[in-house]
């Protein structure tokens, strides 16, 4: 007698069938047993945070665009921009993976977190930059591995949440097919994470979650209670942008707000930040608001200002 298919398991295999595949954008979400929003309250609490990628330029260490100029006299490392949210009375600070230094050890991420405490700054989570549409095999494995190793270290730094993306297609698969090894390695980390209680949230980054549809069948498809949505308020490029953010409001465990939206054959507008914030309380989103500043202007210059307009909006009464 053959062993009877799990529900993660059914949900696998439908996802790769073939005659699903090209039904899958459409299907999916009818398809598997419906998964709750996540339960937030009537009464939203909205907290100001900073995305240390703000600051891409300046960091001392860790990735750079190729051909990006070395950072001059604003050079700072991960302490000098915990220092920078403390003096700017940030909440949180967000830590993205890319600026640790690359040989960074347990040590290193403790004197992080006693620097943070100390500074009174909430460490609110990180980011890392993986590919989860590879094949089973190597590539896929190191992309896996490399998401557990950043979850050990959000866990050693008491943060509660990282950033994933689902990643680009990958050459000779279909989108069906990204989207199904997509959910499997999520499938994977969601249940490492939920070991060491920290959330992953699946951020709305173009390709196979360009829109709400495609990033919700992801996330419903997981069906973990540590995995969500990353919703980022300038990462919807559709024909309304507003409603692809109402529609994901609901499962998102952490927000990056932007100082500008796009949407579909529109050049990039400055975003309407009451409304912006007023979608989040509606939706009952309790959680951090973090700016992730990507903008022309220097963000020495603008993300000071846009961090008080922030403030003044989170503190309006509703």
Request: hydrophobic share 40%; proline share 7%.
């Amino acid at each position: 007698m053959k062993p009877s298919l799990s529900r993660r398991s059914f949900c696998r295999s439908t996802l790769l069938g073939g005659a699903f595949a090209s039904a899958f954008a459409t299907a999916l979400p009818t398809a598997l047993p419906a998964v709750e929003p996540f339960p937030h309250s009537p009464l939203a609490r909205l907290r100001l945070g900073l995305a240390a990628y703000s600051f891409r330029d300046f960091f001392k260490e860790g990735k750079r665009k190729a051909g990006a100029k070395l950072p001059g006299d604003n050079a700072i490392d991960m302490f000098g921009f915990i220092d920078f949210c403390a003096e700017h009375r940030c909440e949180g600070a967000e830590l993205t993976s890319y600026y640790f230094p690359p040989d960074a050890d347990d040590a290193y991420f403790l004197k992080v977190k006693r620097h943070a405490f100390l500074r009174g700054v909430t460490i609110s989570g990180s980011a890392v930059g993986n590919t989860f549409t590879h094949p089973p095999g190597p590539k896929r494995d190191q992309e896996v591995a490399s998401v557990k190793k950043w979850i050990d270290r959000a866990a050693l730094m008491g943060a509660p949440h990282i950033r994933v993306f689902a990643g680009g297609m990958q050459a000779g698969t279909t989108p069906a097919e990204a989207r199904g090894h997509c959910v499997s390695a999520m499938e994977e980390v969601g249940d490492y994470a939920a070991k060491k209680g920290v959330f992953l949230g699946i951020e709305n980054h173009g390709g196979i979650v360009e829109d709400a549809e495609g990033l919700l069948a992801i996330v419903k498809a997981v069906k973990n209670p540590w995995v969500g949505i990353n919703l980022d308020t300038g990462n919807f490029h559709t024909i309304n942008p507003f409603d692809d953010l109402e529609r994901c409001a609901p499962y998102a465990v952490n927000v990056q707000y932007k100082a500008e939206m796009k949407s579909k054959g529109e050049s990039p507008k400055p975003s309407d930040m009451p409304r912006v914030m007023n979608l989040l309380r509606k939706s009952g989103y309790q959680g951090f608001v973090t700016l992730e500043y990507e903008s022309a202007e220097d963000p020495w210059q603008a993300v000071p200002r846009i961090l008080d307009s922030m403030r003044a909006e989170l503190a309006r009464p509703v």
